[in-house]
């Protein structure tokens, strides 16, 4: 999949948890010779040993949490760290139509697994 990737297209890599998303990312964006980031949340971030955790998180471009415990956890040690939490503030966004002038790319770390049934 890496070898498919052009280098010149891709301007970052995300991973959208801290365990094992993370180290693809970094590891992929090693190979392309890009920058790359990880969003943290809370029970993924207690699955990686701290030490690698401070490794991964220093060497990011980004860390983003969702939550302040995990901002804070982060922070420690000494990473930047994003908080972002989860939802859309409505007062402050509204829905305006799309206008792009080119296309969007995206590199998307992440598992493809049900973890929630919805009750509806």
Same mark, same amino acid.
């Given at each position: /999949? *890496? #070898?498919?990737?052009?280098?010149?297209?891709?301007? @970052?890599?995300?991973?959208?948890?801290?365990?094992?998303?993370? !180290?693809?990312?970094?590891?992929?964006?090693?190979?392309?010779?890009?920058?790359?980031?990880?969003?943290?949340?809370?029970?993924? =971030? +207690? $699955?990686?040993?701290?030490?690698?955790?401070?490794?991964?998180?220093?060497?990011?471009?980004?860390? *983003?949490? &969702?939550? +302040? #415990?995990?901002?804070? !956890? *982060?922070?420690?040690? @000494?990473? $930047? %760290?994003? =908080?972002?939490?989860?939802?859309?503030? *409505?007062? +402050?966004?509204?829905?305006?139509?799309?206008?792009? &002038? !080119?296309?969007? +790319? =995206?590199?998307?770390? @992440?598992?493809?697994? !049900?973890? $929630? %049934?919805? /009750?509806?």
């Amino acid at each position: /999949m *890496i #070898d498919a990737l052009d280098p010149l297209d891709t301007a @970052g890599v995300h991973g959208y948890f801290a365990h094992t998303p993370a !180290e693809v990312a970094s590891h992929v964006a090693g190979r392309l010779g890009v920058p790359y980031g990880f969003s943290v949340h809370a029970l993924d =971030l +207690r $699955k990686v040993p701290a030490e690698v955790m401070d490794w991964r998180a220093g060497k990011a471009a980004c860390v *983003i949490a &969702c939550n +302040r #415990d995990a901002a804070a !956890e *982060i922070s420690r040690s @000494g990473a $930047k %760290v994003k =908080l972002i939490s989860h939802g859309v503030d *409505i007062d +402050r966004f509204h829905p305006t139509p799309l206008t792009l &002038c !080119e296309p969007v +790319r =995206l590199l998307v770390v @992440g598992r493809l697994v !049900e973890k $929630k %049934v919805s /009750m509806f």
